[in-house]
């Protein structure tokens, strides 16, 4: 039974999975990674089981058709938490999140109940990204925090570190964001209910390789999905 496992979501990241799962294989013997693919054409399923050292450490889930990041992270943390983990990290396929913050991430972990791996905290911490970008997202935060008034300065960061039973007490089948906005809606459900959070600063790098998955229609829905969490918890729909 792991103690810490790591919930990976991908699509068409052959050349990433196979380079990120030995690396973190490598870097804690005690770790476990759950992989979720959505029928990548390009054999990213394949790829993360043939890894070496894979087997009994690498758990991939195929999944049948391609929904979004919030239905596979769904699917991904219930695979987690059936294998019995305590602490369960979110992370990207793609290197923008730092393995060497996994410590920090399980550290603060054991005293907290969601650790964020934060873009935001120590001024802005990302590399490569484009100005365009980089500006709609910091903005796009200040506007979560505004409507919200969720206290995290990175709300649509995806590098995290859930405790077990906070996990489970977020509700997961009541969580219908993707995208952005389920990263949102995944730390308000957490933030309302009480849980404990801690950011911490990381450095954000952007892919080298392969394309982001991110999309206008995405950011649009983070827009509007703040007003519907914040009605809903008014109401206590929550």
């Not at 050349?15 to 476990?32: K, M, S, V």
């Not at 873009?119 to 970008?133: A, N, Q």
Request: charge should be positive; charged fraction near 25%.
């Amino acid at each position: 039974m792991p103690e810490k496992t790591v919930v990976i979501p991908t699509y068409n990241e052959r050349g990433n999975i196979e380079r990120l799962l030995p690396d973190l294989l490598a870097f804690d013997p005690a770790l476990e990674v759950v992989v979720v693919d959505d029928q990548s054409p390009d054999g990213t399923a394949d790829a993360a089981e043939a890894v070496p050292g894979a087997a009994g450490r690498v758990h991939v889930v195929r999944r049948a058709n391609r929904e979004g990041i919030g239905p596979a992270y769904k699917t991904g943390f219930q695979k987690a938490l059936e294998l019995g983990s305590e602490l369960i990290v979110q992370m990207d396929a793609d290197f923008s999140h730092p393995i060497a913050s996994l410590p920090d991430l399980f550290g603060y972990a054991r005293e907290y109940d969601l650790v964020l791996g934060s873009r935001y905290l120590d001024g802005i911490t990302v590399v490569r990204w484009p100005i365009e970008r980089l500006l709609i997202s910091y903005f796009g935060n200040a506007y979560v925090r505004r409507v919200t008034g969720l206290p995290v300065r990175d709300t649509t960061g995806g590098f995290k570190c859930w405790r077990r039973a906070a996990l489970q007490a977020i509700d997961l089948e009541k969580v219908r964001s993707n995208g952005y906005s389920f990263q949102i809606e995944t730390t308000y459900r957490a933030w309302c209910k009480g849980f404990r959070i801690r950011e911490i600063p990381i450095i954000f790098m952007d892919r080298e390789v392969g394309t982001s998955k991110m999309s206008k229609k995405i950011g649009l829905e983070a827009l509007w999905i703040v007003w519907e969490l914040k009605l809903r918890r008014a109401f206590g729909r929550l």
